[in-house]
């Protein structure tokens, strides 16, 4: 197996700590990536075995009827954008918000076919 280390700066909206900011709101959160053109996605219906078992779309919800194969392309500076992302968000101090999460809504397709409203949640942190 090979390595590779990078140095990267991560962005946060604030300090990097969510607070909670009157009663049920938080301040705090990741920046978004700036992704432009540079990441899209194409969503494909797929055909399975009776074996398979699809996840449930959000904790408590149905689930959706069907299998789903998600393709997402992108150049090296969207996906280091979007890797980037991920990192501060997993760094992100959200004790003080235990379901927290950000909504990226409409997010359509490369074709425009499909719109998908994605919300990337986090709990509490975990002694990392």
Known sequence: MTSKIIEIELRFDGDGTVRQVGKGGF?????????????????????????DVLPNPEPGGPSVEGTFQLNIS????????????????????????????????AVRSEDGRTVVNIIVRKGPRDGD
């Not at 705090?28 to 990536?33: K, L």
């Open 74 to 105: 992108g150049t090296a500076h969207g996906f280091r954008e979007l890797g980037r992302y991920f990192l501060a968000f997993a760094e992100l101090d959200s004790s003080a918000d235990p379901d927290h999460h950000q909504h990226f809504d």
């Open 27 to 51: 301040s705090g959160r990741v920046s978004r990536p700036t992704l432009a053109q540079e990441i899209g996605y194409l969503l494909h219906r797929t055909i399975t075995g009776p074996e």
